[in-house]
């Protein structure tokens, strides 16, 4: 991993070198906001065909009381959060599913292809792994987070649920869960990434990089990366098991969901 940071160093360094004779315009990355942003964009690509039905959710609990359909929606909830939070905290739960998977910060993409040609590709494989190992662990943190979250869902957040689209119930938890998933998550993947010292080799990295004259500023905030990455992740997850329940209510073991969710 050493050895990696060090190759990645240099390569910062030839690109200063060459700054003193050409105007090099900035890598276009798409920035860890981006990467969430093209996760959304996938996810709705994949929900067009529910999304465009309007009726689908005119027709969600209609005929039911407040009750019920309250009751319908929080145990919808803890089921997609239950399942995505499962799937995000096993092995390779992040590192082996494409749709969430963490890759190099977006600051230093153009340099691992550098790295690459240098003969490094298992370094670079190895922290990257490093990266989504730690999202793994802190995945395993949320499913109290968000059980709370369900708990405390009143009349009025259903409603806004029923008014609020195909992924209204993931944008619930997201509103009421995010700052509380981020405390949570940030300390496991700081212990999480310490174990291979990448942490500290990265800093060093983007401190002395950052220093270079002209040179954009990379991050060197690691954790912070990984973490919203990793929450990020848990919510794509999340929208697509609540997608499942309302694409195919009648499949699933609950009766009451199938009665606020089939329109029974």
Same mark, same amino acid.
């Given at each position: 991993?050493?050895?990696?940071?060090?190759?990645?160093?240099?390569?910062?360094?030839?690109?200063?070198?060459?700054?003193?004779?050409?105007?090099?315009?900035?890598?276009?990355?798409?920035?860890?906001?981006?990467?969430?942003?093209?996760?959304?964009?996938?996810?709705?690509?994949?929900?067009?065909?529910?999304?465009?039905?309007?009726?689908?959710?005119?027709?969600?609990?209609?005929?039911?009381?407040?009750?019920?359909?309250?009751?319908?929606?929080?145990?919808?909830?803890?089921?997609?959060?239950?399942?995505?939070?499962?799937?995000?905290?096993?092995?390779?739960?992040?590192?082996?599913?494409?749709?969430?998977?963490?890759?190099?910060?977006?600051?230093?993409?153009?340099?691992?292809?550098?790295?690459?040609?240098?003969?490094?590709?298992?370094?670079?494989?190895?922290?990257?792994?490093?990266?989504?190992?730690?999202?793994?662990?802190?995945?395993?943190?949320?499913?109290?987070?968000?059980?709370?979250?369900?708990?405390?869902?009143?009349?009025?957040?259903?409603?806004?649920?029923?008014?609020?689209?195909?992924?209204?119930?993931?944008?619930?938890? +997201?509103?009421? @869960?995010?700052?509380?998933? =981020?405390?949570? !998550?940030?300390? &496991?993947?700081?212990?999480? *990434?310490?174990?291979? #010292?990448?942490?500290?080799?990265?800093?060093?990295?983007?401190?002395?990089?950052?220093?270079?004259?002209?040179?954009?500023?990379?991050?060197?905030?690691?954790? +912070?990366?990984? @973490?919203?990455?990793?929450? =990020?992740?848990? !919510?794509?997850? &999340?929208?697509?098991?609540? *997608?499942?329940?309302? #694409?195919?209510?009648?499949?699933?073991?609950?009766?009451?969901?199938?009665?606020?969710?089939?329109?029974?």
């Amino acid at each position: 991993m050493k050895k990696l940071i060090i190759a990645i160093l240099f390569c910062y360094t030839q690109t200063y070198s060459q700054i003193k004779l050409e105007v090099i315009d900035p890598p276009k990355t798409s920035g860890s906001n981006s990467s969430t942003q093209t996760t959304t964009t996938n996810h709705t690509s994949n929900t067009g065909s529910i999304t465009n039905n309007a009726s689908a959710n005119k027709n969600l609990g209609r005929g039911l009381g407040n009750d019920v359909v309250v009751d319908g929606l929080r145990e919808a909830l803890t089921l997609a959060s239950q399942n995505a939070g499962n799937k995000a905290g096993l092995k390779d739960g992040f590192f082996k599913n494409n749709l969430i998977k963490i890759p190099f910060p977006p600051e230093i993409k153009d340099i691992e292809k550098t790295v690459r040609t240098l003969g490094m590709s298992k370094q670079a494989d190895k922290f990257i792994e490093s990266l989504n190992r730690a999202a793994e662990d802190a995945a395993k943190k949320a499913a109290p987070i968000f059980i709370n979250a369900v708990k405390g869902m009143s009349i009025q957040d259903g409603l806004s649920i029923l008014q609020g689209g195909n992924d209204g119930a993931t944008q619930f938890l +997201k509103t009421n @869960t995010q700052t509380e998933l =981020s405390t949570a !998550f940030a300390p &496991v993947v700081k212990n999480s *990434l310490s174990k291979t #010292q990448v942490t500290k080799y990265w800093k060093d990295v983007a401190k002395t990089y950052n220093k270079v004259p002209f040179a954009k500023p990379i991050n060197p905030d690691l954790e +912070k990366y990984v @973490t919203e990455r990793a929450i =990020s992740g848990l !919510f794509t997850l &999340v929208a697509q098991e609540e *997608l499942k329940i309302r #694409q195919d209510p009648m499949g699933q073991a609950s009766n009451l969901l199938q009665t606020v969710f089939g329109g029974k």
